[in-house]
């Protein structure tokens, strides 16, 4: 079963490791490996201490991170929507229940504009956030370039 709970010390170094593995696959994330581990223990004591939105999808079995959503101050009443989640719990509604939550909190934190930024292939995630009343404003063409990739940047917003 996945849940989704707050962040907390105990899980800094399992959600490291999904950020990781994700930017590792160089599809999704504007990164290709995550953060070191002291840089993301500090970014993950901030958030917790600040209160900032964020959400960890953990599977009870194994108490395992298998995803994340946040939503990091760009100005005090703007968020940055993020997040990823592994391979194997794709497809299953997660991220939808992630982003609804999130959007939640971000009510709550006085939020009253959500910005991301999402690949243009990312044709899931695309619609994933159309369908939740996000629209896009602008295009990047070419606006990613990662090793010898490149891909279209797509930046979207939904006002709270």
Do not use: H
């Not at 849940?3 to 930017?23: C, H, K, N």
């Not at 160089?26 to 290709?32: E, T, V």
């Not at 939640?104 to 995630?125: C, H, I, K, P, W």
């Not at 994933?128 to 370039?145: A, D, T």
Request: aromatic share 8%; proline share 2%; net charge negative.
């Amino acid at each position: 079963m996945i849940v989704l709970i707050e962040p907390t010390e105990e899980y800094i170094i399992s959600y490291s490791e999904v950020l990781d593995t994700v930017a590792r696959e160089k599809i999704y994330l504007a990164k290709l490996e995550g953060f070191p581990i002291e840089e993301t223990k500090t970014f993950m004591r901030n958030t917790i201490e600040r209160k900032t939105p964020f959400l960890l999808a953990v599977n009870t079995d194994t108490n395992q991170v298998v995803g994340w959503c946040d939503a990091q101050p760009r100005t005090e009443k703007i968020g940055y929507l993020g997040l990823g989640l592994l391979k194997d719990y794709r497809g299953q509604g997660i991220g939808k229940q992630l982003v609804c939550a999130i959007l939640e909190q971000a009510r709550t934190f006085g939020y009253e504009q959500m910005d991301l930024e999402v690949r243009g292939s990312n044709v899931r995630a695309i619609g994933l956030y159309q369908s939740m009343g996000f629209s896009q404003v602008s295009k990047v063409e070419n606006g990613l370039i990662l090793g010898n990739n490149t891909d279209d940047v797509i930046q979207m917003t939904l006002k709270l």
